[in-house]
């Protein structure tokens, strides 16, 4: 379990190992591995998000090695079929062929648009990126809304 801590104490984010071993193996190591990348789905109290499952890939979102488009109607599918499972749809995570990992300015944009055109009652959405450590650690985790970018650093 990797935890982070969000400002002021408020709430703590906690990654499940299933969803950290899920972001490990499907880093871009390789110069042949394309991007990877799909959704976060969480239980969320006032206390604690935890974050219990991770989607993707998919074979309907276009991926290159530096960039990818995730499949729109796809995700709507999940988020609706988590959903049911009593998990919320908390943000998007993706890998970069980097160590350490850092969102490019399509990432944060994409990222805030998708915040502002959704309906939530969340106050951020999260973003992950993977880079090619091994560690869990070296993953970049922030939250964004569409006026600020606030970047997490793990406790655990």
Known sequence: MLTFILPEKRQEIQFSDNVLDHFLKKRQVLPHRK????????TITPK??????STGPDKLDTRRRFSLF?????????IDRYFKKGLHYVGDWHTHPQHP????HIDFSSMEECF???????NYFLMVVVGQSDKP???WVGLINGHEILRLQPVS
């Open 137 to 139: 650690s070296d993953i």
């Open 70 to 78: 995730l499949n729109k109607r796809r995700i709507q599918r999940e």
């Open 116 to 122: 502002l055109k959704s309906d939530h009652e969340l």
């Open 35 to 42: 991007e990877v990348g799909g959704q976060l789905f969480a």
């Open 48 to 53: 604690t998000v935890s974050i219990l499952a």
């Open 101 to 104: 990992p850092f969102p490019s």
